[in-house]
């Protein structure tokens, strides 16, 4: 009978599909597990049980959660919700703000950040800029196109049929223009014209065919002209879908009828877009034509302007970029996902970004041998993970992906691509996150429970969700601050002893011994489960062959507590220096080596050989893992 040892040092492959248990020539097959839940896999290898979330404040309702960092050094969390927007600073709502959204158009949500301003724009809505006067007083504002002489420098383009013409009445002064077409709504009342760049102001619409106008440019004629063109963002045609800054350049991606075109303002003149004589500062306009749909999802400035659209990938060239060398070339054919926006992000030098389908996360990596970008597919190995993405960010502290699902769960990565690391794991809560935001040094999410819309934070002193850290200068029974958790069970941590879950009762809990200081909340389940064992040595990895358990050897870094199952369900392994106190079970960290017992024969090698399940509201760190193992 052999008696073999697999050393399992480290499980940077995360959390990997049940479809590759019959691949055990991968190297991800050695360094994957088969379930890793409600922890975070650290880029050595280790893995922890993830932060608990630190009760922050219950939302006005169901939202969006986006970051603002402004030149002070001043971070904030901004909160959207229907036709509000919230403004958090040190887990303080500090200011609010009406805003013209409502909750389903904050899926379709796009910004830029630019000083102490918040550039939103959302297709069917003017865009807007959010303004910081000071901590306290924010502005929210449409946008404010340049003017000169009399010229309104926002995009133009003609949308009605090429054929079409204006003849107007007169060249200055109220002018009546009539149209060979039915081309105008009652919402061009406001909207600028140019005929034969010449431009003006509609103010009335008699019918379809018919307007009147006060002109701001003198017309060059009163004959019928099919030179003319109309504000490319109106009531009327829609507004910008997506915005960012390229070479000091405000870059405008996409509107409702034109949603394949692409604008760049004047260098360091956001809001001209006058295209002038096409002079290296000025202005540019193009659209982005190609033999599959082409509709401009957002645009990233990385290496290049990157443009992502709803059938490929784009990448606009040109150093600087000018009206006479700005080239696009489609990179990749995967598309951006189309039914609500998630801004990509730069994660080690690669743009991820959510694919069309819904099912994959892509990075958008300019390679140097090719000199061209690629999109490879980040959740190759765990695509059970990913279904519908709705938010995502990057916490560039731990550096960690995290990607809200449609579903509510969360799915994480740590991605370290020096080291190869690419690494997923889940994320569950007794609810459903719905949002994701980092800000500065945290993390937030928004979660929905059954006591409402919880705004809430990764907290690593907290090994709880939706819970509270409180102290006292002297010691006490009774509890509160739990208002949010009426009539649910939490768990306790109280000076650094587990308590029994309690019920909130009236927002406070009551403990069977005085405290100084406690933590409590909802608790939350870790889960490891390696892959199958693999026999070394043996074609398939011993597949068809029987094995036994014998012993399993742990290495634990700052450890409390410990539920394994090693072949007789889930039970609690002492550690060493673990004691009690008037409140419970009295905890200290362990750092070592503990040896398990395994049992049991295997016929089946493709279940997990031991399982850890944890609620209790203690660290846990695990390092690696070896199974000596007998075969028959």
Known sequence: MARVRVARTNFSAGEVSSRLLGRTDLRAFENGAALLRNVIIHPTGGVSRRPGLRFIDVAKGPGRLVAAEFKSGEVYLLVFSHFAV??????????????????????????????????????????????????TNWIIAEWSFSEKGGRKLIPHRKIAPEQTTLNPSGTSGNIAILASDEVFAPDHVGIRLRLNNREVAVTEVVSATEIRADVKQSLTSTQPTEDWTEEAFSAVRGWPAAVCFHQDRLVIGGSRDLPNRLWLSRTARLFDFDMGDGLDDEAMEFAILSDRVSAIRAVFSGRHLQVFTSGAEWMVSGEPLTPSNIQLHRQTRIGSIAARTVPPKDVDGATVFVARSGKQIREFLFTDTEQAYQANDLALLSDHLIEEPVDMDLDQVERLLHVVMADGTMATLTVYRNEQVSAWTLQETAGAFRSVAAVGKETFVLVERVGGIFIEAFDSRLSVDAGILASASTAQATWGGLNHLDGLEVKIVADGAVHPDVVVSLGSIMLSAEACEISAGLAFTHVIEPLPAVMPGTDGGGLGRRVRPVALTFRFLETAALYIDTGRGIVDHPFPRRGTSPLGTQAASFTGDQCLRAYGWRGDLSRSVWRIAQSEPLPFTLLSVTTEMSAN
Do not use: K, M
């Open 86 to 135: 919230d403004v958090y600073r040190d887990d303080v709502r500090i200011a609010g703000a009406a805003t013209p959204w409502t909750l389903a158009q904050l899926a379709q949500l796009n910004w830029v950040q630019t000083t102490d301003s918040l550039l939103v724009v959302h297709p069917d809505v003017p865009p807007q800029e959010i303004t910081r006067r000071d901590a």
